[in-house]
């Protein structure tokens, strides 16, 4: 039987994360489509709006050739990004609350800018919107993501995978983007994968290296967990283990009409906005 992609199953460091926080929650988010509008459902919040921004800036620069990285600036560059994320799409609800996540983001744009380090140096960038390859044929499933940056590295003509974080948090040693990372990069370009670094941008001014995982390794724990979301969709099995928690409530408040819808993204899935969460402001959110 021929390979069909469309059929397949395509798993990603989000949609591990949301079916190990909670299956209701990755049913609502991987699967489930309005029925007035066929869509996907997102919820925005101030969070997510500055990560994005940031992350628009460095994926904008990571497509253009080492001499024209920073002959705009990368203020400029965020700025305009900005733009996208004003007001209610960005989950702001007031000027204040807006400003001061702008704010945030433009003094890890300055790091950078001050810091470049990886951002003069060559890159390489895997073809395609959405790097990704068949994780296991057998199982008809897909593996997907987008990597940050891959520095290449001229000595041994390897890569340095980089992900710049917008979190003043350390990633988890139990996360699972890293191995994710690692094997699409393995398997989606040729180079050898020699190491990886995370970039806090909050705090510091150049990243930190961190181990790489064993493939192997990786490779099964991954497919496991791939193996139950392929069995929980073909059983249509996604309660939540709580009867509701943090995680799949805010896309119920969607269901239930406690949302405020805002617009239609590139990805065709309609943003909303839930009123009472949107401006929290609490030292968790970043």
């Known amino acids: 039987m021929p390979l069909d992609k469309y059929n397949a199953i395509w798993i990603s460091h989000s949609s591990i994360s949301d079916f190990l926080q909670c299956r209701r929650a990755y049913f609502l988010k991987n699967i489930y489509r309005d029925p007035k509008t066929n869509h996907k459902i997102k919820i925005m919040s101030p969070p997510l709006a500055?990560?994005?921004?940031v992350h628009n800036v460095i994926d904008e620069i990571s497509m253009l050739p080492v001499a024209q990285r920073i002959t705009m600036s990368l203020m400029d560059r965020f700025d305009s990004a900005w733009k996208?994320?004003?007001?209610?799409?960005?989950?702001?609800?007031?000027k204040d609350t807006e400003s001061r996540f702008k704010e945030k983001g433009r003094e890890m744009i300055h790091r950078v800018a001050k810091n470049p380090g990886p951002i003069v140096k060559k890159a390489v960038k895997i073809k395609g919107d959405l790097p990704h390859y068949w994780?296991?044929?057998?199982?008809?499933?897909?593996?997907?993501?987008?990597?940050?940056?891959?520095?290449?590295?001229?000595?041994?003509?390897?890569?340095?995978?980089?992900?710049?974080?917008?979190?003043?948090?350390?990633?988890?040693?139990?996360?699972?983007?890293l191995p994710i990372y690692y094997l699409l990069v393995k398997n989606c370009q040729t180079r050898p994968v020699t190491g990886a670094s995370y970039w806090y941008l909050q705090r510091n001014d150049e990243p930190t290296s961190v181990?790489?995982?064993?493939?192997?390794?990786?490779?099964?724990?991954?497919?496991?967990?791939?193996?139950?979301?392929?069995?929980?969709?073909?059983?249509?099995?996604?309660?939540c283990a709580q009867g509701?928690?943090?995680?799949?409530?805010?896309?119920?408040?969607?269901?239930?009409?406690?949302s405020e819808f805002v617009y239609v993204d590139s990805f065709n899935s309609?943003?909303?906005?839930?009123?009472?969460?949107?401006?929290?402001?609490?030292?968790?959110?970043?």
Do not use: M
């Open 50 to 53: 500055l990560g994005a921004a």
């Open 84 to 94: 996208n994320f004003e007001g209610k799409r960005g989950g702001f609800l007031n």
């Open 135 to 177: 994780f296991s044929e057998e199982d008809n499933i897909i593996l997907c993501g987008k990597i940050d940056w891959l520095e290449y590295l001229e000595d041994d003509d390897s890569v340095n995978i980089i992900d710049f974080k917008t979190s003043k948090y350390d990633e988890s040693p139990e996360s699972l983007q």
């Open 211 to 239: 181990k790489l995982p064993d493939e192997y390794g990786s490779y099964e724990k991954i497919l496991d967990i791939a193996r139950e979301i392929k069995a929980a969709r073909q059983l249509e099995k996604f309660e």
């Open 244 to 258: 509701g928690c943090q995680y799949c409530k805010p896309y119920e408040a969607i269901l239930k009409g406690e």
């Open 270 to 286: 309609d943003i909303h906005i839930i009123p009472q969460t949107s401006n929290e402001d609490s030292s968790e959110i970043l």
